[in-house]
């Protein structure tokens, strides 16, 4: 299963659940109209060849590119804390500068497939309802072996991996990616690839339940969370599971790359009412620089007025910038365009396209147009 899958709202008690009241994030960047582009590890070229391609999003409009540079077993810089694959983000990073483009790292922050932590820290993984642990038997896929976002050691160990990007020179800012639990519920298009029916959160698929969340919760409510009989409908252990989130992005995270200097975004799902549900994940509390939710509008099987629909609750949720992520991978070129229009259209302050790899010359002429920048779809 990959990053952009989405998930669906699974019943009116979620859907209560998601409207909890939020707080805004502190100290609001500036709103500017920004674009942005991710960058998979996986897209190589030369020295020549990318700087046609930093030169090609530029002239399209993009002002920011978000190179992967950590997915939870290698580093592509000179990390002294996590194993190094190469320096790809010290490639880039003057190349994409010369073309005028911001870099702002994008790491994995809960998955983690090091085999020496996995060896050695066990008990730092997230486990289910069913007290079976990511470490060993993570959900859908392999790479989905979370680490607990409660945990201190845990919070210390991703805070060190933003630290080391906050001191890189010449980077604008850290893009933090699976900042979140587990999917509770696949989208309903993807039930048959992983042969599920998921008409509602699953024992398996609901995290949270480590020994040390269990006891750290009963301490405070008086109930070990395993004899919940509904969770996703108990409001203190839902809020405690967004808590454990929103705790480590305004407390670890962002704090360590305001020392470097740097901005903070998020790939978020959704919403965020959405990411509550379906995700455990409460972004409109937190405190960042900018917030990238992903509205990939294939996954819900939804038309443009949804992502219009998206980006407006986004915008109001957070008072933050909003820079709607569009699924480039399903779409062609005019659709593309339909689709940032739709995103500007419901106030947000710019989009994100995923990924550059399948941007033809095509889609990049759509997104110029739709951009305001000639040519057109």
Known sequence: MKRRHALETVGAGLVG????????????????????????????????????????????????????VYKGRHAHWASTHLPVKDD???????????????????????????EDVLQKHPDWYSVNAKGESAADKPAYVEYYKFLDPARPE???????????LAAIDGLAGIHLDYVRHPDAILPKGLWGKYKLVQDRVYPEFDY?????????????????????????AHAAWMQYRWDC??????????????????????????????ARSMVRQDWGRWKLDGFLPMLYRTFYEAGPEWVT????????????????????????APALATDVRAALDGGADGISVFESKTMSEEKWKALEGALGGGGGA
């Open 17 to 68: 659940l998601s409207l909890a009241p939020r707080l805004f994030a502190e100290a609001p960047a500036p709103k500017r109209k920004r674009h942005w582009v991710w960058i998979t590890a996986d897209a190589e070229y030369d020295d020549e060849g990318w700087k046609r391609m930093f030169d090609r999003m530029r002239a399209a409009g993009i002002d920011a590119v978000i190179p992967e």
């Open 88 to 114: 790809r983000l010290g490639r880039l990073l003057p190349l994409a500068k010369a073309a005028g483009l911001e870099v702002h790292a994008w790491m994995w922050t809960m998955p983690c497939l090091i």
């Open 154 to 164: 845990v919070r210390e160990f991703v805070q060190r991996t933003v630290k080391e």
């Open 208 to 232: 949270g339940y480590s020994a040390y969340n269990r006891e750290q919760f009963k301490k405070k409510h008086g109930i070990d969370p395993k004899d919940i009989e509904d969770p996703t």
């Open 245 to 274: 989130v929103t705790d480590l992005v305004n407390d670890y995270l962002v704090p360590a790359a305001k020392a470097g200097g740097k901005q903070t975004t998020a790939a978020v799902f959704p919403g965020p009412t959405l």
């Open 309 to 332: 629909a998206q980006a407006r609750e986004g915008a109001a949720a957070v008072t933050a910038p909003v820079y709607a992520g569009l699924f480039a991978v399903a779409l062609d």
